[in-house]
């Protein structure tokens, strides 16, 4: 028989050892399997999607960009090139700019959560203040 993970409580426990472990308080991931960790100028939402088995990881970069061709495909040229594990995307209710990284909650691991949030919070920390100057 298959055992049923709760991957909200699991994805609440990283959180929190995360924080422990830096002496950082944050809120608890909410019932709703959001929460957030602020690291240098990016602040990373993480957003447990239980009913798709899916850990997204999300740190706005820029207020809704105007992109014409050649900015959107230097985004998309840096995604493939210079965001590591992230990537860039537009939020497609607000048009702000993303950086977002999908992760299937199977198997999913405290370093490799770890390894996200610090992932993604230096690739924002490194291009929010660039981009928000090219894409104004």
Do not use: C
Request: aromatic residues 6%.
């Amino acid at each position: 028989m298959d055992e049923v993970v709760d991957h909200r409580a699991r994805v609440a426990g990283f959180l929190e050892r995360f924080a422990h472990e830096r002496n950082l308080v944050l809120p608890p991931l909410g019932a709703d399997g959001v929460g957030s960790i602020q690291r240098g100028s990016a602040v990373v939402t993480i957003h447990v999607l239980a009913d798709r088995n899916v850990l997204l990881v999300l740190s706005k970069v820029a207020g809704a960009p105007v992109l014409d061709a050649e900015r959107a495909r230097r985004l998309l040229t840096l995604s493939f090139v210079e965001t590591g594990d992230a990537a860039f995307a537009l939020h497609p209710q607000t048009g702000d700019l993303y950086l977002r990284i999908l992760r299937g909650l199977e198997g999913l691991d405290y370093e490799e959560f770890e390894d996200l949030v610090h992932s993604i919070a230096r690739t924002a920390d490194h291009w929010d203040d660039k981009l928000a100057a090219e894409l104004t």
